[in-house]
């Protein structure tokens, strides 16, 4: 069983940067794509950005393509997702996701990712 669990988030004026992170648990991490999703009150949860087993691939939402990017260290189960440029519209609770073990592509899909952690709240003022 992985575990997945988020820090970083906060409150930020527009323009600021945060950047979130998320330790995995389990011995299969550096064999399992992981990917960033966020959920606004009222919307579905969406795709932010994902990146590939390896580290070598990665895949980001228009909306924050040039502003935000994932990176992972294997050595130590963490993904991260630093966030630039953080607009209004950025505002949601931000879910870190991980594939099944040896699933190393990236996935752009929330139905392709089986671990979830609970969430981290992520609020940009105006």
């Known amino acids: 069983q992985v575990q997945l669990v988020e820090s970083g988030g906060g409150l930020v004026q527009a323009g600021d940067s945060l950047r979130l992170s998320c330790a995995a648990s389990?011995?299969?991490?550096?064999?399992?794509?992981m990917g960033w999703f966020r959920q606004a009150p009222g919307n579905e949860r969406e795709f932010v950005a994902g990146i590939s087993a390896s580290g070598f691939s990665t895949s980001y939402a228009d909306s924050v393509k040039g502003r935000f990017t994932i990176s992972r260290d294997n050595a130590k189960n963490t993904v991260l997702l630093q966030m630039n440029s953080l607009k209004p519209e950025d505002t949601a609770i931000y879910y870190c996701a991980g594939r099944s073990p040896y699933s190393g592509a990236v996935a752009v899909d929330k139905t392709d990712y089986k671990y979830w952690g609970q969430g981290t709240q992520v609020t940009v003022s105006s």
């Open positions: 389990g011995r299969s991490f550096s064999t399992t794509a």
